[in-house]
């Protein structure tokens, strides 16, 4: 058995189209040669702007690396054409945007309770609806977190330049492989389109993951049991004459329905939930400036964290005691660190392109006597450092 | 009394055990589905092990999975095909087989039952038509016939049903044969067939839900449901001659269609190989 990408030749064939060094290009692109090298092998997709990009590079390179490209007829084919190929073996991504993650809601929570691994990139842009469709925002923060229905964890990662969205998205690969989860990339319409620096590495230092695969004929007759106690179970792939039952409908260890018992839609749902609790440190990451002796925290996540970092900056040199805690991984929240932080922090600032969705996170780490406050825009322009500076000076 | 039942069965190799006796009403037409799906591949001599077999949602849906004994992916309702076509595209030299009802298949899932026909992925789907939505209680169907009652069309159904096996046959598939539970040696045949079809294949089985559907159209028991069947099937050659008047509430049974057109899973690693071809990129 085998994970596709995996192959030796693989290497080979990196090394050969990709050569280290500088590029100028899109965050989208880096994306999308972020997942090749992470060893996303097959993504089925549909277009929509701000992502389309990403789809446009995997459909120019994958086939050079023997992996396949696939328009859907929709988001939620795409979705499910993906989880399909996922149990096939294959690391599998898909890019979207506002709308198009709304259609794959249904299937992203099947991805979730059949424990398919899998990357769904959100090119976040502007909404409700069609909304400004060119445009970039960070709207999408609750909808990554509650998109589908029931009770279910889900890990989301967010990158803050185009160099940070081509690790970041072999991070989410990784973490997708090590937790047999679904992860979601939330990133942005504004950083997807921007053009900049962006250095590829070699391929030996890329550090790459892969989904535990049943040891033996037991494990494999168990698919979603929990042999080696750290809540993820190996995975069966299809093909290998496991006669492997994968359903959406609450199942037992076998992967035979049962919807009927209470404990065993308990033992599964709790089981998701502890594995991706209990395995913070697979994907719990965060980013820091200036925290030690700041009195005002900025929090800020994605595409704003880098005005705001140039504010942070800007606001020392005027000799404000001010700091930036950036979560890269934003869904499960980094609750401990934040608590920590606000602590110590007279005043928190939490900057976003939205009116105010991460804030409702931070707020419930954040003791009353501290002045918590949003700095927010929407209509599709990014925060400038300035406006974030503004508001500094306010509270400082 | 049930363990002898299976033990007598010759066709139990094929079925998970564990999951029987199977959720299907007493008469429902997907037992006949099954045992002709299960007689197909013991006539075809297939190993289970080279088949994956993928479903919606719906009573229909549960015929193969989790029933069958082989790989099952047992999906969202309407997305058996698009999961199915990344099963296939992974899994190119097994057999991938969808089997789910015509609400499942035809009404959520109609955009992707077509496109999977245009691309002509190499796949075979069996389509239970019964008229109804029978999981959820018997509400109107895309396929409920002009007139029918049903939970949710209690006076009468104004609505025309799709003709699901010549849509299909139009958007791009190889194979499209009709057939009712009523013509099980002929559905075994035609199943046969679309399994070793290299592209997209279609069976359309008309089949009876006496609980959700024969009830409310004074059809109670299995039996009158097939003579139903029986009494309005119109082979196709004789359809051709045949009025659309004439063949209103008539059940055309047979090959629809029988072609060969390339195949998306043997063009995608056509292609693949063309470029890796042009860039230089083979293997030493
Ligand atoms: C998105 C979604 N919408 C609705 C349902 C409810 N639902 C379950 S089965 C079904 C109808 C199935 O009808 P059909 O495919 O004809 O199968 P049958 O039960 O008649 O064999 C519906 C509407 C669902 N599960 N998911
Ligand atoms: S409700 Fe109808 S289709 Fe469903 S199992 Fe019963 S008879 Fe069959």
Redesign the interface.
Known sequence: MII?GDEP?QV??IR??YKPGNYFMQGNEAVAYGAIFAGCR?Y?GYPITPSSEIAETMAREL??L???Y?Q???E???I???????????K?MTATAGPGFSLMQ??LG?AVMTETPLVLVDVQRSGPSTGQATKGAQGDFFQARWGTHGDHPIVAVSPTSGQDAFWETIRAFNISERLRTPVVVLFDGVLAHTREQIKIPDIEEVEIAYRKLPRNEEEAKLPFGDPHGDGVPPMPL??H?????????THKE????DVYTPDVHERLVRRIHRKIEKNREVYEKYEEHFTEDAEILIVSWGVTARPALGAVLKAREEGINVGLFVPKTVHPFPAERMRELAKKARAILVAEMNLGQMIIEVERYVNDDVLLKGVNKIGGVPLTVEEILREIRGVA | MAKKIYSTYPMVKYL?K??LPTALCPGCGGGTVLNAFANAIDQLKLD??DL?V?SGIGCSAWIA??YF????????HG?AI??????????PD?KVVVISGDGDLASIGG??L??AARRNIDMTVILVNNFIYGMTGGQVAPTTPFGAKTTTSPYRNIEHPLQISETVAAAGASYVARWTTAHVYQLIESIKKALQVKGFSLVEVISQCPVQYGRRNRMKEPAEMLRWFLKNSVPVSKAKNMSPEELEGKFIIGEIINRQRPEFTEE?NK??DE??EH?G?K?E
């Not at chain 1, 993906?82 to 294959?90: K, L």
């Not at chain 2, 698009?82 to 899994?91: C, D, M, N, P």
């Open positions: 596709r030749d080979r064939l050969k189209l097959f089925a086939p050079k023997g992996g396949y696939l859907m007829e929709d939620i084919g795409s499910a054409a993906m989880i399909g190929a996922s149990w096939t073996g294959f599998v249904e299937n099947y299809f093909g004459g496991y006669f492997t039952h994968v359903t959406g409908s076998n992967g035979l329905r | 998970r564990e999951a289970p092990r994956v993928v999975s989790p004994l082989a790989d099952t992916l047992h999906t969202t997305r698009a999961f199915a076509t990344g099963v296939k595209v992974g899994l097994k955009n992707h077509l496109h995608l292609l693949i470029v890796q860039f990129l293997g």
